[in-house]
Structure formats: structure tokens, C-alpha cells
């Protein structure tokens, strides 16, 4: 089990940028592909960035060229460097850890179906306005 606490939420204005954060706790944080998820009131959760625990790294076409996912494993935190931010990114961002290989499935919307092999953070919310 993974335990996650995102922090680094808040307001920005169009064009600011950000930095999010996921603390990750617990066993077998190093094996697990990693990701972020958005979702704004009315719409579904949709995939952001993801990276797998060899580094490798997946964007949505909407983030792309302005976010950035990383992390950091002796510190077990995940990022998402958000720059050149718009209002349509304005959401609530969850970190979660999956236990399959995610970096296709989350930016593609094909991951709801592996819930049992999800965890979740609690989100924090971000308004660009």
C-alpha cells in the first residue's frame, strides 16, 4: 500500500506557474508508475502527466510543452511543475500510484478500469484565473 498527500495548490493568474507535490508513504513507492489527474466541476477526471519508475514520461496534448512531471525517490515525492498555466487548468489535481504500467493508459483516458490497482491522494485544488 502507497499513502498520498498532495500539497502546493493555490491561485495563480494566466501565464503563472506553480509547483504541486505528492508525498508518497509506504511500501513499494519506487515500483509503481506515477501520476496526475485533474478534474474541474461537471467533468470527469482526466490524465495530466505520468512517469514510470524508470523515468520514462507521458503528457495529455492540453499540458503539454508547459507542465513537467518528476520526482524524486530518496525523497519519495512526486511533481508537477505547471508553467504558462491557463484557466481551462483550473481543477482539483490528484497524484495517484498505480500498480501497471500507466504512462499510456492515463494520458489516453483507458485507465478507469484499474481501480483495484490504484491509490489515491486527496487532491489539492488549483485555480488559474
Known amino acids: 500500500h502507497v499513502q498520498l498527500v498532495e500539497s502546493g495548490g493555490g491561485l495563480v493568474q494566466p501565464g503563472g506557474s506553480l509547483k504541486l507535490s505528492c508525498a508518497a508513504s509506504?511500501?513499494?513507492?519506487?515500483?509503481?508508475?506515477m501520476a496526475w489527474f485533474r478534474q474541474a466541476p461537471g467533468n470527469e477526471r482526466e490524465g495530466v502527466a505520468a512517469?514510470?519508475?524508470?523515468?520514462?514520461?507521458s503528457y495529455a496534448d492540453s499540458v503539454k510543452g508547459r507542465f513537467t512531471i518528476s520526482k524524486d525517490n530518496a525523497e519519495n515525492t512526486l511533481y508537477l511543475q505547471m508553467n504558462n498555466t491557463k484557466p481551462e487548468d483550473t481543477g482539483v489535481y490528484y497524484c495517484a500510484a498505480m500498480a501497471f504500467d500507466c504512462l499510456i493508459s492515463v494520458v489516453i483516458g483507458a485507465w478507469e478500469g484499474m481501480t483495484d490497482y490504484t491509490y489515491w491522494g486527496q487532491g489539492t485544488q488549483v485555480t488559474v484565473s
Open positions: 509506504g511500501k513499494g513507492y519506487s515500483s509503481y508508475c
Open positions: 512517469i514510470e519508475s524508470d523515468g520514462s514520461t
